[in-house]
């Protein structure tokens, strides 16, 4: 007997007779000559796998000869190798809800595995891929999805069923589609998260403060997850280092995250208000640090707060106009020594 060398025990070789492939790939009828044929496996759960094999190729999968043709080779698969035979009308009539699915051509199976089959491999990564989409395991999304696959050749979830499967999964399309990247291309989602990663640094950098790299992946990871966008993400990032700016911090953030450095971008340029602004004795009745986080975190708030300086002193030195910067209103120190009683009296005198 031969052997079925991409597969474990229980693969067979499906014969599908008078059947040929047209340009397409697609089986279309033939010559009472003619025959397709396919690798067939049915999993634990019933869902029994198709992959189709050019007849010139079927050596690759088994220890058949490479140089059998056509009748002999038809010949040689069914009465040495595990097979069943079908005829094209049976074929194309096979019932979906007996979850039969097409899985392309056997080439797609991964063949450089160690202490594995190919169909293995595949197997192995199919219980990967429903450990992680939890979804694969319920039999109405299975249903659903092989269905627009035989109507449309799609498994792609029209917008009714992608509505109707968020909605009972508690799940966001973004989430959706994450979940099947990380699942299914790795070193896509991989490549993903270390981009949304030098996206966070480049931010915290700009911002001036620091987060530990842990709780920068943490933020990674849930972008990449779909669990947050780049608006959410930036909002976790400003609340934790931003004492002022009152935007919420998940938890799980703050933990990760562990010790930070918060934010004093801005306070240099308060204290140069303040200076302009008011005289030196008056800078203590300012919280600079938060003056800062104010106009970080309320546009206009600059403007508002020069304003509100200028009111400040001009309540206690009236004298001076009220637009005009303090060093420029304030008599120099030799101007004071010289300044005297009978200047005074002159002014008052010049200006009644």
């Given amino acids: 007997m031969s052997e079925i ?9 499906i014969v599908v007779e008078g059947a040929k492939s047209d340009e397409e790939g697609n089986l279309v009828e033939g010559s009472r000559m003619d025959t397709a044929y396919f690798l067939g496996y049915e999993d634990t759960n019933g869902t029994f796998f198709l992959w189709s094999v050019p007849e010139q190729e079927l050596s690759v999968v088994t220890d058949l000869e490479e140089n059998l043709q056509r009748g002999a080779l038809k010949e040689a698969v069914t009465n040495t190798l595990p097979n069943t035979k079908v005829p094209l009308a049976t074929f194309n009539t096979l019932s979906i809800n007996n979850q039969i699915v097409s899985a392309g051509n056997y080439a797609e199976l991964k063949s450089d595995l160690t202490n594995l089959n190919p169909i293995q491999g595949f197997l ?24 627009n696959y035989a109507e449309t050749g799609s498994y792609e979830l029209n917008s009714a069923q992608m509505a109707e499967f968020l909605q009972k999964y508690d799940m966001s399309e973004a989430e959706y589609n994450a979940a099947i990247t990380r699942a299914t291309d790795k070193k896509g989602y991989e490549s993903t998260k270390q981009t949304y990663y030098n996206s966070i640094v480049d931010q915290v950098t700009k911002l001036g403060g620091q987060i ?18 780049s608006t959410r993400v930036t909002q976790e990032i400003v609340g934790l280092l931003d004492p002022f700016s009152n935007l919420p911090v998940t938890d799980e953030f703050k933990a990760a995250a562990g010790d930070t450095t918060p934010i004093q971008t801005g306070e240099t340029k308060v204290q140069e208000l303040l200076n302009k602004w008011l005289p030196k004795h008056m800078h203590n009745e300012i919280n600079i640090a938060q003056v800062a986080g104010d106009i970080r975190n309320k546009g206009g708030y600059e403007a508002e707060f020069i304003e509100d300086l200028k009111d400040k002193r001009f309540a206690q030195y009236g004298m001076y106009d009220r637009d005009i910067a303090w060093p420029k209103n304030c008599l120099s120190s030799n101007a004071s020594k010289n300044f005297s009683l009978s200047s005074l009296f002159s002014i008052m005198l010049n200006t009644s």
């Fill in 124 to 147: 192995k990564d199919m219980q990967t891929i429903a450990d992680e989409l939890y979804w694969w395991k319920d039999g109405s999304y299975i249903n659903m999805v092989q269905e």
């Fill in 5 to 13: 060398t991409w597969g474990p025990k229980g693969t067979q070789i």
């Fill in 212 to 229: 530990s790299e842990q709780g920068m992946m943490y933020l990674a990871t849930q972008w990449a997850n779909g669990l947050f966008n």
